[in-house]
């Protein structure tokens, strides 16, 4: 993948993580601790290695960098404006107690996986039915499943695995079509699950009835997409390497 096609992707990710969270009140309701999910992501899944992008804190540069162990970039180096790990769209849109883990993982001769975890806040944070913004921002949604990620000894984690299509524009105003396949799940009080209804009916039945909320995280992943099958199953492993070293951090 062409690091264009990389700029795109993590362009993507951010305005969807952006987008995606709306607003629904939390007053008069106490949180409860945390996810209980690791506080950052691991530095190898497998054969990739993750590396932290950095986002140009100028909206109208847009430039993401990546962080590269030993050597910290420092500036955007198209603008000189400083970097931040949130893009400037999360920052202007999330609420200030939402927090963003965020790593691409890359290999030689293996697809980039860019793995976003969104930790909900306490204050007026939920999230749209994600494929309800993927449609807002023009991408069109090719295809749409569960899929069952083995996870050894343990029940499979059930992911909502979506093909989306979508027309990137180049900077000498040429388009091209760029495929990619997001695959999601939240997780929070304990449980998982891939349907948004599912998660807004267990933090409602929690508001209502108990008057708490656990946080609750959303964690995906956005891969490039080279055909429908094949794909699923890289990132089905991957997950199956991932999900282990979140869900249960070392104590
Ligand atoms: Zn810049």
Redesign the pocket.
């Known amino acids: 993948m062409k690091s264009s096609g990389l700029g795109a992707l993590l362009t993507l990710v951010a305005l969807l993580a952006a987008t995606s969270l709306g607003l629904l009140a939390f007053r008069d309701v106490r949180l409860i601790g945390e996810t209980g999910l690791a506080g950052e992501l691991p530095a190898k899944i497998g054969p990739r290695t993750g590396r932290t992008p950095l986002y140009?804190r100028?909206e109208e540069?847009g430039?993401v960098v990546s962080d590269e162990p030993g050597a910290p970039a420092e500036a955007?180096p198209?603008?000189?404006?400083g970097l931040d790990p949130m893009s400037p769209a999360e920052r202007r849109l999330l609420p200030a107690d939402t927090t963003v883990l965020r790593r691409q993982y890359t290999a030689p001769g293996h697809d980039p996986m860019l793995v976003s975890v969104v930790f909900m806040g306490a204050d007026r944070t939920s999230i749209h039915r994600p494929q309800m913004c993927l449609e807002f921002q023009g991408h069109r949604i090719v295809e749409e499943r569960v899929i069952a990620v083995p996870l050894g000894g343990d029940p499979p984690l059930k992911a909502m695995h979506l093909g989306l299509v979508h027309v990137v524009q180049a900077p000498d105003g040429t388009e091209r079509t760029a495929e990619f396949t997001y695959t999601y799940w939240f997780a929070g009080g304990g449980t998982t699950t891939p349907f948004f209804m599912r998660m807004q009916m267990a933090m409602a039945a929690e508001r209502v009835l108990k008057s708490t909320a656990h946080r609750w995280a959303y964690v995906s992943i956005l891969a490039p997409r080279a055909s429908a099958g094949r794909d699923s199953a890289e990132v089905a492993r991957f997950i199956g390497r991932l999900w282990p070293l979140l869900s249960a951090p070392a104590p």
């Open positions: 140009c100028s540069c430039n955007c198209v603008c000189g404006s």
